[in-house]
């Protein structure tokens, strides 16, 4: 009778412990099921980082349309966008992340007009890109670890900011700014970029964007003459429309780099890449920068250039 009693006991508790690991196990798939909810969808068998997931947003699984992710399936992807502006580097910054094998960076992708006409061709777009559906010569397709692409704030970005940052905020995309801190040699780039469009000073070619030093000195041989008038205007219009626009987004994740900072300091790479949580790797571009005399050789008319400027809050734009 002792032993038989004894034996119930014991079955009963075995039996106790069993159920209360079976409800942990359920308690886990329930987790589970949250978080492909939260993503869409999910096969990885990624349970052991459960709890990552469910804190970290700006992890994503996604199962591209056009192909399968293969050995990387189970590796989480960052979504991120570089807001700069035109003429402020974001060309060179964008090929030094590419030179990372887990990096896409799709380009201007909002430079063609009927993929930002509305929101919802906007939105579109961007789902296409961040499921990875988009193709482009930087795509690295199964085994990107963060997918993204350069918008310039006046392509549709600052007109739409509000959806914009709501959907930044729904999907976990990252913001990366990129600006250039002396306007006045933004401007000087933007004046001989556009002049070249026309006179194509590379053997009748117009280029953005060099990879040799005599194509550099070649286009920084043109010294636009400035219209002091519009330029005041314009480099004011330049600073509020940065201004606006990192306030517009400062409820994003985001980073704010500066072009001079970049150039002077590789460690802001670094940054970069642990702002993406990337695996860190030594980045390299083969662009070379077209404007490197001093300012003074850049502009024809510097007299004018500079009594505009000198004594004004752009004045540190001179040195
Ligand atoms: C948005 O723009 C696209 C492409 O330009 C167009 O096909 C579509 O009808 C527009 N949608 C709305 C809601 O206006
Ligand atoms: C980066 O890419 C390599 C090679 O394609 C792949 O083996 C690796 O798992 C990727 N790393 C991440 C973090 O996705
Ligand atoms: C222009 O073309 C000539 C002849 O093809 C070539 O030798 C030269 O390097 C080219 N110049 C540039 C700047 O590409
Ligand atoms: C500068 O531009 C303004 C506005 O377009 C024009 O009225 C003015 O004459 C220009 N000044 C010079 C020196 O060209
Ligand atoms: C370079 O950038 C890093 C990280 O942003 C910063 O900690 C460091 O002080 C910078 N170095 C210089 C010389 O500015
Ligand atoms: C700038 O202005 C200051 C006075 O405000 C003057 O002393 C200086 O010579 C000016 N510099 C130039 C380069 O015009
Ligand atoms: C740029 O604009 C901001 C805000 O409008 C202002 O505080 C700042 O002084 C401006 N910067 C320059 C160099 O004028």
Redesign the pocket.
């Known amino acids: 009778m002792v032993v038989l009693f004894f034996a119930m006991v014991c079955g009963v508790y075995i039996c106790s412990i069993c159920l209360k690991q079976m409800s942990q196990n359920t308690k886990a798939k329930f987790l589970n099921i949250k978080v492909v909810n939260n993503d869409h969808q999910n096969s990885c068998p990624s349970s052991a980082h459960n709890n990552d997931i469910v804190l970290d947003q700006s992890l994503h699984y996604p199962q591209p349309g056009t192909f399968t992710r293969e050995e990387c399936g189970c590796n989480p992807v960052r979504y991120f966008a570089i807001l700069s502006m035109q003429r402020s580097g974001s060309g060179w910054f964008e090929t030094l992340l590419n030179s990372h094998i887990n990096v896409s960076s799709n380009g201007e992708i909002f430079s063609v007009r009927e993929r930002r006409m509305n929101i919802s061709s906007i939105v579109k777009t961007m789902d296409k890109v961040y499921n990875l559906d988009w193709f482009t010569s930087a795509s690295k397709n199964e085994c990107s670890a963060a997918v993204g692409f350069k918008w310039m704030l006046n392509q549709g970005l600052i007109q739409h900011h509000k959806e914009i940052v709501e959907y930044f905020k729904k999907k976990g995309v990252s913001a990366i700014f990129l600006f250039r801190r002396n306007l006045l040699r933004r401007m000087i780039s933007v004046l001989a970029n556009s002049y070249d469009k026309d006179a194509k000073l590379l053997n009748g070619t117009h280029k953005s964007h060099v990879h040799s030093p005599l194509e550099a000195q070649i286009l920084a041989e043109y010294k636009p003459k400035i219209?002091?008038?519009?330029m005041m205007d314009e480099l004011n219009k330049a600073n509020e429309t940065m201004t606006r626009a990192i306030e517009y987004f400062k409820s994003t994740r985001h980073i704010v780099l500066y072009y001079e900072d970049v150039v002077n300091n590789r460690t802001k790479l670094k940054d970069v890449q642990e702002f993406l949580k990337l695996p860190y790797r030594e980045l390299e571009s083969r662009q070379i920068k077209i404007h490197t005399a001093p300012l003074s050789k850049q502009v024809e008319n510097w007299d004018d250039v500079q009594k505009a400027l000198n004594g004004t809050s752009f004045g540190s734009y001179l040195y």
């Open positions: 219209n002091v008038t519009l």
